[in-house]
């Protein structure tokens, strides 16, 4: 069974950057997405990013494209969200999410980290 945690997240400046990192661990990933969902205050959960853990593939929600990139360190089972020219509207609860490639669901989710972005 896979276990994520999440970590990274912190009070930074619009304009700033920021990485997130989502820890793995209990299960091979050989056939996992692992991704970043968040949640803003008083809005619903989106999707930011998702990896493939294999191929290495990335796709990303239109609002983050250049801005943001998911990475992979195999051999620290640990997936990244670098996070450039930040705004205030990333300000989100993120989440680490991981399924297997062929599920539609996510089955397993991190506890979330909390992302404040303020002057």
Same mark, same amino acid.
Request: charged letters at 20%.
């Given at each position: 069974?896979?276990?994520?945690?999440?970590?990274?997240?912190?009070?930074?400046?619009?304009?700033?950057?920021?990485?997130?990192?989502?820890?793995?661990?209990?299960?091979?990933?050989?056939?996992?997405?692992?991704?970043?969902?968040?949640?803003?205050?008083? #809005?619903?959960?989106?999707?930011?990013?998702?990896?493939? &853990?294999?191929? +290495?593939?990335?796709?990303? @929600?239109? /609002?983050?494209?250049?801005?943001?990139?998911?990475?992979?360190?195999?051999?620290?089972?640990?997936?990244?969200?670098?996070?450039?020219?930040?705004?205030?509207?990333?300000?989100?609860?993120?989440?680490?999410?991981? #399924?297997?490639?062929?599920?539609?669901?996510?089955?397993? &989710?991190?506890? +979330?980290?909390?992302?404040? @972005?303020? /002057?």
């Amino acid at each position: 069974q896979a276990q994520l945690v999440e970590s990274g997240g912190g009070l930074v400046p619009p304009g700033g950057s920021l990485r997130l990192s989502c820890a793995a661990s209990g299960s091979p990933f050989d056939n996992y997405a692992i991704a970043w969902f968040r949640q803003a205050p008083g #809005k619903e959960r989106e999707f930011v990013a998702r990896i493939r &853990w294999s191929s +290495g593939a990335t796709y990303y @929600v239109d /609002s983050v494209k250049g801005r943001f990139t998911i990475s992979r360190d195999n051999a620290k089972n640990t997936v990244y969200l670098q996070m450039n020219s930040l705004k205030p509207e990333d300000t989100a609860v993120y989440y680490c999410a991981a #399924k297997q490639a062929a599920v539609g669901s996510y089955d397993y &989710w991190g506890q +979330g980290t909390q992302v404040t @972005v303020s /002057s």
